[in-house]
Each structure stands twice: as C-alpha cells, then as structure tokens.
C-alpha cells in the first residue's frame, strides 16, 4: 500500500530531483480532520450577471465562517475559486467565465479547489441555456487537469429551486474529504434538505449498515460513518471473522456475519434490522464485492455467476427486501460502489464491468422510485485506491493506475468513505441519481 | 500524416520485431469501399430468450445477403458476432452474455464485429430490467479492449418500436465505414426508418452542406458525402480559397466562401440556399472549428473568443437561422463536431473543451424540438485523428494519442466522415441526440 514514489517525491531531496527531472510531482493531499477550517485560505466568489446562487452561497460560506472576497488581491492565495455560472444564459456570455479565471488560475493554495455552479442543462429555460449551461462541464475537466498541485475541480448544477440545499455539497467539496474528487459533475435537486446541528456529527443518531465491511474501503467506509456519529453494522462473510470484529470494536459498532448471496439471506438480514432497537436503518452502504478477472475467453462461468451475484444481485435484493418491507426510514440512504471499469470497461474485467456498469443502472433507475419516500440512492466509481488488492498488481500497471491522474498519485480507502459519507449526511437529502467518481480525475473513462 | 511505426509493424519483418517484444500491434484497418460485402465472414447471431430483436435482424441480414448461423463450427471464423440482449430483464439472466461470447471470442476475423443489441434502461418495463440492460455497457466496453486485432465493439440500444429500424447502424457497424469507431453506445428510437434504394448510394438525391471543408476532416466529409450520393455545398472561409475550389471539384459540388462568424453570414447562407435549385437543404454538417491552444492562466481574451465563437456560436445561429426559414427540409439531417476534448477536458484547452462541451449540449437540447419536424441532430466526437494538426504535435503526445485506444493507431479523416454519412441515411431517421466518438476507442473519457 506504500507509494514510495510519492513519499520520495514529497522528502527534501526528492523535490529537488522531481523539479529538475519534469517527473510526475504527486502534491501531498490534505486530508480531513474534524474541526479542520474549511479551506487554507478566503475564498474568492465571482458570479457571471443574473445568477441565483451567489448570494445563497455567500452567505452560507459567511455562517460558516469561511472568509468570502469578491476580488482578488496581489499576492493573495485563495483557497478556493467558486463562480455562480447560472446566469449564463447563452454562448456568447461564456465569455465571464474566462473574466473570472484567467486573471486568478494561480491564485490557489496547494490543494485549492474550483467550484463552478450551474443549472442542469435538462432544467434549462431553452436550448441556448442548456447548450451553456452544457458547455461549463468541458471548462470544469479542463480546469481539473491544467492546475495540479492537488487542485480539484468540480462542475455542481443545482436544480431551480435547490439553492438553499447546497452546503453539504460545499462542505465536502471545499474540505479535505473530497482529497481525491476531481473533475465530477454533480447534481442536486429542487427542495430543502435538512441541517446537521453540528457538521462534525452530521450521521449522529443514524444507524448505518456497511457490508464488506471486514476490510479494505468496506472497513475505512465504517471507520467514517461512525467518526460522523453514525451507528455502525459492519456486516461481511462468516469467514472475515476476526477481521471483522476489529472494525466493529474500532468503529463502536456491530459485528454481522452474513453471506448476502446466499437464498434466505435478505430475509435474515431484514429480521435483524427490524428485530433492533431502531426498527430498520438509514444509511446501507453496498461496498461488498469481488473481483475474478480473466479475458472472457478464458474465462469459466463459476467466475462470471460470483462476480455477477455478488456485486450486483445481492444489492439489487437487499434493497428489495428493506425497501418492501419499509425498513430504510424515511430520510433513508442507499449507496452502491461501482468503478471506473463499470464506466470505461476493462480487459480481463467483462464480469466486472458488467456488474459495475449495472449499479450505475439500479442507481438510475431507483431514484426517482424512491424520491417520493424520502429516500435517495447514489453511487461512488473508485479509480486507483491504494488497498492490498492494488499492492498485488504488476508494478507496470500499478504504476500507470497510480500517475495518469490529476493528482499523479493513488487515493486512500478513505477517499472513498467521505464520498460515501457526503452522500449520507441529512443535508444530502436532494441529491439522487448521482454516480461520482473517486479517481483523482484519472484520465481513463468512456 | 504518416504513422511510421504502423506501416513497419505491418511489414514482414516487423511483424516478427512487434510480436517478439510484445510492442502495440496496430493492424491494418478494414475500411469501406463500395461494392465490398459487409462483413469478411459469417455473422454468428445470438439471442437471451424472448428478446425482440434477433429475428427482424436475421431477416434483414438475409436480404442484405450476410450468411448467418446461430452456432459456431471448429474452425469457422465469424466476421461479426451479434447478441440480441432484449430478453434480458434481470441481473440473474446476464448469465447468456457469458455463454454466447466465451465460446466464441476467438472465432472473429482480424477486424470482426460485435454488436450488442439492447433496450435503452430509460425505456425498460421495471429498474431490473433497467439495471441489466444499463449493465450490458460495461460488458461491451470491455469487449472492445479485450479483443484487440482491430475488432470494435459497440452496444445498439433500440427502443421499443424501433425494431425496424436498425439496418443504417447494422450496415454502418459491420462494414469497414466503422473502422475507427468501438466501445460505443447508440441509440435508436422508436419508429419506422425509409429505406434508401441503393445503400452504397444511401444520399442520392440529397443536397448536403459542409463547413470548413477547405482541409482535414470537413473535406473528407465531403468527399464521403458525395460518394454516397450527396450533392455538395462546400464551405470555408474566403482565405481557403484553392483548397476550397479544389475539394468542391473532386466532390463534383460547389464552393461558397464565407466566414460565420461575421454577423451577417448565417442570413447570407439562408438566402444561398433558398435561392439554390433545392429551395433548402438536407444535410448541414458543422464541422468548422479552430483551437488557439493556451492554459487558461497564459490565454488571452481574443483565444477565448475567437473559439468559442467558431466552434459553438457560430452553428447555434446558423441552426436558428435555418430552422425558423424553413430551410432544413423535414427528413434533414443536423451534424455537429465535438471532441473527445469536449467531453473528458483537456489541458492547454479550456476554450476548445467549452465549446465541444457545448456542441454535445446542443445536440441533446435540440433533439426533442426537431423530433417533430422529422429532422434529426448528432455529433461525431474524434478522437486522435491523423490529419496536419497532429502531424505537429510533439512526438511524445501523438505517440501516446495514436496508441492509447483499442485500435494501437489514431484514425483517419474518412472515418469521421462515414460517421457523419451514417447520420446523414435516410435510413438513420430514428437516431437522434446521439454523441458517438470516433476514437478507436481511446482510453479517455469521463
């Protein structure tokens, strides 16, 4: 899981040889703790005439004391640029975008982030907003890739009538927990979400069921969701026993053994839950899965059928069971972990990415099922997380894994568990249908 | 132009220095000549029980003369494999996927086909059936990097009603027109499609508009379109004078100087056409665009400008201008030129992403509105193409652009432009709102 380059590239001399080489330069990310600022640095607001979430957003940053200017200053580093693009109403005024971040691209802290808002272009008052509004995803990618030094960069479109729901999502974006997002286009939704009383707890008084949870994300996945305040029930296979049990006790939580592919084991799982003292869950974190990779040549069926039923029939009943049986609560959270070989594909992975691909598809075709229950459902596409699974990769492959991305490194399990946990939180409660990256903007995609 | 180290590996004794040191194998890519049978081989044809679409395909491959079997032989080598997955309609019939490749992945010709037909997850009858069928994306994906020897992969997804629509993307998919083009998703909607005459002359009759054809891809284009039938507008700017003089002759068409971006110019081409024999046109192709290369921190605002200005602007108001006039007949066709840029970013290219971000927006803004006027709107998204732009690249970059994709070699302008005349068929009357890349399947994307 040590990514000697990286930690060379970071040490005195290694700077040094790094510079003058041209080599990869992985910046070292800076990475959430609680009670953390949210940035290194004011933020610099701009907003093309006519937007509607400047204001909201200004004051959200100032609530959350987060210094707000409007200009920039010489020799002042920002710790984030974030522009109001929604009154951008057509091409020719694509123009203020230029304006805003030319004179600023170099402005940023190490680790700075970029923040454009929009409208959803499928929410766009006619064919040139939509054609704009479009048009700011090329920005936002290119952005992600030109500023290195762990800059993101990230494209936000926020539904009419969704203004006032936006400050989990610049929480997450603005701290270290989104270390490695870059070059992601969220959406969220019309409507109000609701307020954590404190942003360090946000989980507090949620139960949250993670399975897969005995190591590697599934374990850095529980490890979070509980410094969040949640309730944790680590569930994996009997066989993960020990292994387990640490991350249970670690996470002061619950320890579930359960194989979900077997026939009976939704019901079981279901008679757990409503057995509690919650009487059912919140947040259910679909991290199980497995990998058994041959070209599909090679391939035998007994590979294909455990990939399959694992990561992508053991979900898809799982939710059939709780959600029948009413036991995700309203203000309920389902999150499945895809991967970038679900997006891109991969050879040697037709199993894989085939059952990622498809909880892209039971994210997309769930959510606007569960939108009238209170109830959203999203997803993560890991790319390159450090875990033993990559360790054991060939050094060629690792390598390229580790340095065709923006931020010319591997993310950390826990990359992906506050992605997951942004997803969870109460002030999420508009955002569904979302399936967003955790890849350090790798190049690789579809 | 040239692709030196293609043209060695395909010589004899390169042949034996590529395979000896496992370097990238760029085959010799099958490309379309008129008069060519469709596929090199037998189409092995496939279906999971109760699709939809295996038999009005095997039909129409029988009239267009492609033997067919629907199990393989010992020895027999298959020009294309072609699986009708409408049947599938949950996650625990995926299992067909496997038992028809994995036989027969070995069984294609150099340059073979796959096709995976499907039921776009919008317009499936519950989430499970959404969910598997959104699955089969990461299955082709895959597909297409595996399989190598020039052999494309792509997913036709075909809405309910559309069953007699598919020949245009069967022809297109199966004949050397698709060389460069895999690891694609196509959708064809619902309705009936004519049927040209005489598919190797599919635009008889057809009068079709180019810009910026004077060079590169657009002459291509109008070269393709005129083999097809198409009679020819040819246009550039007034300084492409020759160049533009010598294209519209071998295209048998005409020459019209005039630079879009002037504020006049949309009505000065509304009144040219209007005044032509026609009384309008059939088929515009927006193919003009320039890059002016800079980050966003060292570009200045005239960069910024100038393409946006060309690449997005200039078609959205030639588009208006043309609709409200009536001028785009109703079987017209609207093409536009995106980028692999536009969707994934790139460095050094904020304004050239932006506008090729904005051109995909365009197209799926504007779909619906047309749908009425039975005139359809798609864009071509190239990738690495070989034309005097790459020829200037740095090596380095045009080594890595050339073979990053499932092809080991970049394409050819002739490729964008079959892409475009596949569009273009009265037979393609159905496809609307689509984005396909011609990218040889490169490796990025988003």
Redesign the interface.
Known sequence: MADRYANFANSGPGRAVVKRLGLPDPPRLRRYRPGDPLTAGPVLLGAAPGGRLGEPVGKLLERAGVPVVATGAEGVRHGALIFDATGIT???R??A???F??PY??SLHVCGRVIVLGTP?EA?AS??E?????????????????FGRGVTAQLVYVAPGGEQSVESTLRFLLSGRSAYVS?QVIRIGAGAASEPADWDRPLDGKLALVTGAARGIGAAIAAVLARDGAEVIALDVPGAGDALADVANRARGRALQLDLTTADAPERLAGYLAAGPHGGVDIVVHNAGITRDR???R?D?SR??AV?GVN??AP?RVNDVLLDRGLIKPGGRIVGVASI??????????????????V???V???AP?LAGRDITINAVAPGFIETAMTAKMPFGLREAGRRLNSMSQGGLPVDVAETIAWFASPGSATITGNVVRVCGQS????
């Not at 070989?341 to 498809?358: L, V």
């Open positions: 057509d091409s020719t694509l123009r975008l230029f304006d971040f030319h691209a170099k272009p766009a064919p040139k939509a054609t704009a509004q479009r048009s700011l995803e090329g920005l936002t990618r290119s952005i992600g890739k030109e070059g070209t599909i040549a391939m069926e294909w059928d399959i992508l029939t898809e070989a679900g997006i891109a594909g991969n050879r040697g992975q037709t199993n894989y990415a085939t059952s990622k691909a498809g892209i598809g039971l997309q075709a769930t099922l190049l690789l995609g579809a």
